[in-house]
């Protein structure tokens, strides 16, 4: 079946220290890949994504590449801040007739201090 | 835009009750979803509709479970006879339903079981 793997959280970083969020995933075909974010007390937004093998995302500062012979899509961020702290989670859609059927990871919790 | 809605926020009930979630979309969108977030872990998915019809459901939704979609508006999602183990946060969320449109999650329900 398909799923999605997160690196261990949570992460701790200081204002300003770069980010990386390890996502590897097992899917059958060409899945497209995630990765939503939940500040606190709201609901999961999505933050970027990616449809086809070596696309890169990106959205306020946050990368992430599809790379399909290492069946990953890393998040990284340069210069994390005090107000990217929330959960991240990937996600994949494994194809078949609803775009919003998706298998996301176990989350990862990112605390930045000022 | 006035995003995903659900009600209650909160709700605690005692094992063996029946409780009873509504979700309102955003109002264009002609697909919704709901998830069940356990913590430390990610959103699963339960079942969507498209419109008012139900269109794929998961093994996870037992036969205690049924979710509703009557107008094609907004929808509810039933637990009977509730169990320690459906203790959980459920999510709804809505998409256009048109191609690979994303995914607006709502701020979820959580449901505590004592």
């Known amino acids: 079946g398909n799923s999605v793997t997160q690196m261990e959280g949570p992460v701790t970083l200081s204002e300003e220290a770069f980010l990386t969020i390890n996502c590897t995933y097992t899917a059958t075909g060409y899945p497209s890949l995630f990765w939503y974010v939940q500040y606190p007390g709201e609901g999961l937004q999505l933050l970027l994504k990616?449809?086809?093998?070596?696309d890169k995302g990106s959205n306020k500062g946050f990368e992430a590449t599809y790379r399909k012979e290492t069946t990953s899509f890393h998040l990284e961020k340069g210069s994390v801040q005090v107000s990217d702290s929330a959960v991240y989670f990937c996600a994949l859609w494994a194809g078949g007739t609803s775009y919003g059927k998706l298998t996301f990871g176990q989350g990862t919790i990112l605390t930045v201090h000022p | 835009d006035t995003g995903v809605s659900q009600d209650p926020r909160h709700k605690i009930t005692k094992r063996g009750q029946n409780v009873t979630f509504r979700c309102d979309p955003i109002s264009e969108h002609n697909r919704l979803y709901w998830y069940r977030q356990t913590l430390g872990q990610g959103p699963e998915f339960l079942t969507y509709?498209?419109?008012?019809?139900?269109?794929?459901k998961s093994r996870l939704l037992s036969d205690r479970f049924s979710a509703e979609r009557p107008k094609g508006s907004f929808s509810t999602l039933e637990i009977q006879h509730t169990e320690q183990g459906d203790s959980a946060m459920y999510l709804c969320?809505?998409?256009?339903?048109?191609?690979?449109?994303?995914?607006?999650f709502g701020n979820g329900t959580r449901l505590t079981v004592t």
């Open positions: 509709f498209q419109n008012e019809a139900q269109l794929e």
């Open positions: 969320a809505s998409s256009l339903g048109q191609g690979k449109s994303p995914l607006h």
């Open positions: 990616a449809t086809k093998a070596d």
